[in-house]
């Protein structure tokens, strides 16, 4: 089982910038996709963003043209690179690896939290 950890959250005012880190344990070659989620209070967990085959990505709208995932492949690496925060953007935020069908995600962590204050 892939194990991964979640880093960089914090408190950010609005429009202000985090870039979040999950390290892999395995190699994120052997990984079908990886991504990014987040559960705000009172809300179901939603995708954020998703690397699939192929470097394609995928992401949910409320994070388009804000939100960025990137990779270092050398370093097991996957980042979310977030600007313009704004307060809706308060969350836990998940890394988590899956499978490309069906969609059988890894078990999910302790995650790092967000918060975006007005």
């Known amino acids: 089982q892939v194990q991964l950890v979640e880093s960089g959250g914090g408190l950010v005012q609005t429009g202000g910038s985090l870039r979040l880190s999950c390290v892999s344990s395995?190699?994120?070659?052997?990984?079908?996709?990886m991504g990014w989620y987040r559960q705000a209070p009172g809300k179901q967990r939603e995708m954020v963003a998703e690397?699939?085959?192929?470097?394609?990505?995928d992401y949910a709208d409320s994070g388009k043209g804000r939100f960025t995932i990137s990779r270092d492949s050398a370093k097991n690496t996957v980042y979310l690179q977030m600007n313009s925060l704004k307060p809706e953007d308060t969350a836990v935020y998940y890394c988590?690896?899956?499978?490309?069908?069906?969609?059988?995600?890894?078990?999910w962590g302790q995650g790092t939290q967000v918060t975006v204050s007005s």
């Open positions: 395995q190699s994120i070659f052997s990984i079908n996709a």
């Open positions: 988590n690896a899956r499978t490309g069908w069906p969609k059988i995600y890894a078990s």
């Open positions: 690397f699939r085959s192929g470097s394609v990505t």
